[in-house]
């Protein structure tokens, strides 16, 4: 499945003018860049540019990008924009000059590249600092091209009492902070892991400078990063809209207990929390991720998303089945708000963990993949942890990323995927299974294959010994069973981990097959 980078003409962005600019924007009459804006930035080459910001109601403020200029009027909310033509990525460094007759605010070491954005929970969060290979990699991590944004919210995911400070900036418009930053040890130490080895590897790939935008929150479900009104329009996640998020059912437990928890000291000293008819604010309410972190980038062009989340969606199984919804209306409803119906969508399936929803969670991301345009997945079942949902080992995930947008956005040519079976069949006492992305298939450890079962008319499972010949997949499944099917990996943490890989020592994705 190869992506298409669709464009959207000038007219098109001219008429976003017409919309709120930003829920997050600079209050005040002083002249300001947007927050999505900063030295030391990315611009996506290939696309309008849109600059805004504010200052002054009714200012006329004049706009420099490069040797381009630009005028706006302030509105009477003190919001202007402007858009100028797509750039290409060169290897020049721009200036932005925003003036008035009264104020100047310069941005200065502008890049034009490729950027992409970061979103999900803890795991797409997770620190360089604190990944396996920190101690190695963070010294190194010098890249001038590479360029990092921590568009990061006020509070974490933990436990704890919120502080009154961190009550007050519940709101859309003074949650996320951050800044633009020059890839160094400082710099990338604090940044996402996965986002930091995705964008080394695509760096390398690419004849382009790369920019990453991190807005990932820990412990937040996927319904906390869908806009509002696109849950309350699909019938089988309405109800996530509905009175009180903190005791609505049709919500996750852990998620509302922990945001009670957080808010309990607020609440008992009656502190102003902000929030509204859904009950207040918090990274886990339903649409606030939304509001606070992707809604003010959504005027920024980006090349795609990068996506790590899941944990906090395969508590249960009635969870389970909500998330084919959740994340298909995620995905679709992003791409209208950013008008860009094949925008790349990138995103980490679940690795190993002992938890009991988590092959049925990676089966729903399967589905979601497969049935949708412009998705890529990167398979982790031969990583993670039997107890830890953190896994340090980040390396890995970022790079089978970068390898997917290599291949898909970018059209070069290398392996992306691992084994992905084509088909099931049965000769004699034998199951053949044929796959795809399966050049040079062979077993990471040079022992036969693990991790498949077949099923028998009365519905019972049984593992069943592989091999590989001349690069197809045998199962010896006897004379006295006739199976209706295969699978495999389906489990929540295998032991002996997974073997199954291709040449490029991909691994194979987890599957249930019927018998053809």
């Known amino acids: 499945m190869k992506a298409q980078n669709l464009g959207i003409n000038l007219h098109q962005w001219l008429a976003l003018s017409t919309l709120i600019l930003t829920a997050n924007?600079?209050?005040?009459?002083?002249?300001?860049?947007?927050?999505?804006?900063g030295s030391h930035?990315?611009?996506?080459?290939?696309?309008?540019v849109p600059v805004w910001g504010t200052a002054k109601p009714e200012t006329k403020v004049t706009i420099a990008?490069?040797?381009?200029?630009?005028?706006?009027?302030?509105?009477?909310?003190?919001?202007?924009?402007?858009?100028?033509?797509?750039?290409?990525?060169?290897?020049?460094?721009?200036?932005?000059?925003?003036?008035?007759?009264?104020?100047?605010?310069?941005?200065?070491?502008?890049?034009v590249g490729e950027v992409w954005l970061c979103a999900g929970q803890s795991n797409m969060e997770w620190?360089?600092?604190?990944?396996a290979s920190a101690k190695i990699e963070i010294p190194v991590a010098k890249h001038v091209r590479l360029r990092l944004f921590n568009f990061l919210g006020a509070t974490r995911g933990g436990g704890g009492d919120y502080t009154a400070e961190l009550v007050k900036r519940l709101t859309p418009q003074r949650f996320c902070r951050g800044q633009w930053r020059v890839c160094s040890p400082d710099s990338a130490a604090p940044f996402s892991a996965v986002g930091y080895f995705f964008g080394q590897k695509l760096l390398?790939?690419?004849?382009?400078?790369?920019?990453?935008?991190?807005?990932?929150?820990?412990?937040?479900?996927?319904?906390?990063?869908v806009r509002r009104g696109a849950l309350a329009s699909h019938p089988q996640l309405a109800a996530m809209t509905r009175g009180n998020w903190l005791n609505n059912k049709s919500l996750e437990p852990w998620c509302r207990g922990r945001g009670a928890s957080n808010l309990k000291r607020a609440s008992a000293a009656n502190d102003f929390i902000p929030g509204d008819d859904l009950g207040p604010n918090h990274s886990f309410k339903p649409s606030f991720m939304w509001a606070a972190a992707v809604a003010p980038l959504t005027q920024m062009p980006i090349a795609g998303v990068l996506?790590?989340?899941?944990?906090?969606?395969?508590?249960s199984e009635w969870r389970v089945a909500q998330h084919d919804w959740v994340l298909k209306t995620l995905i679709t409803d992003w791409r209208a708000q950013w008008m860009r119906p094949s925008l790349p969508f990138l995103f980490v399936q679940l690795p190993a963990m002992n938890r009991p929803h988590w092959p049925a969670f990676r089966a729903s991301q399967q589905r979601v993949h497969d049935g949708m345009s412009h998705t890529g997945m990167a398979v982790t079942l031969d990583l993670g942890h039997s107890s830890d949902v953190h896994p340090r080992d980040k390396k890995p995930v970022g790079e089978r990323l970068a390898?997917?947008?290599?291949?898909?956005?970018?059209?070069?040519?290398?392996?992306?995927?691992?084994?992905?079976v084509k088909s099931v069949s049965r000769n004699d006492d034998r199951l053949i299974v044929k796959f795809e992305s399966a050049d040079g298939l062979r077993t990471r450890n040079g022992k036969a294959p693990t991790g498949f079962e077949i099923r028998n008319g009365k519905e019972e499972w049984h593992t069943v010994n592989a091999r590989i010949v001349?690069?197809?997949?045998?199962?010896?499944c006897g004379t006295s069973i006739k199976p209706t099917a295969v699978r495999y990996g389906w489990v929540s943490f295998p032991e002996p981990r997974l073997n199954l890989i291709n040449a490029a020592g991909l691994p194979a994705a987890p599957f249930l097959r019927d018998v053809d």
């Open 307 to 315: 996506w790590y989340q899941g944990e906090s969606n395969a508590e």
């Open 41 to 48: 930035m990315v611009l996506q080459q290939g696309h309008p």
């Open 403 to 420: 390898l997917i947008a290599s291949k898909q956005v970018y059209g070069k040519s290398v392996v992306a995927f691992g084994p992905e």
């Open 204 to 225: 390398s790939n690419l004849d382009a400078p790369v920019g990453l935008i991190n807005i990932a929150m820990g412990g937040t479900p996927a319904e906390a990063w």
């Open 127 to 131: 620190k360089l600092s604190q990944s």
């Open 25 to 37: 924007v600079w209050a005040g009459d002083n002249l300001n860049f947007a927050p999505a804006f």
């Open 65 to 111: 990008l490069g040797i381009h200029k630009q005028t706006a009027i302030a509105n009477t909310d003190g919001q202007w924009k402007t858009v100028f033509p797509p750039l290409k990525a060169k290897g020049q460094t721009l200036r932005i000059t925003a003036e008035t007759t009264m104020d100047k605010s310069i941005l200065h070491d502008i890049l």
């Open 470 to 476: 001349d690069g197809v997949l045998e199962l010896n």
